[in-house]
């Protein structure tokens, strides 16, 4: 940052360079550039906002497909359990 004694031996410099009667116009172009590249910065801070705040779309998760029951290598047997007699 440039203390008040800087300014002052830079405004005389540029006084001293550009003349009295150029200075008022090259500050204000100076301004213009200025007040473009705050503008130019904050419009790229602000996509770059909207750019993370847009998250991306998440895949849907796949199920596999259920598995078909495996096939018996030989038809099993009737049952050894005992059949229940139905009581009367």
């Given amino acids: 940052m440039l203390s008040i004694p800087d300014m002052a031996i830079l405004g005389v410099l540029a006084l001293l360079v550009f003349g ?9 172009q100076a301004g213009r ?4 590249v705050q503008n130019t910065s904050q419009s790229f801070l602000r996509e770059m906002d909207r750019a993370a705040d847009v998250s991306e779309p ?12 495996p096939e018996l ?8 359990e005992p059949e229940k007699e139905a009581e009367t």
């Fill in 33 to 36: 550039v200025m007040r473009e």
């Fill in 20 to 28: 009295e009667k150029k200075l008022p116009g090259v500050m204000r």
């Fill in 73 to 80: 290598p030989f038809e099993p047997a009737e049952s050894i």
């Fill in 58 to 69: 998440v895949p849907p998760i796949e199920m596999p497909a259920a598995a078909p029951e």
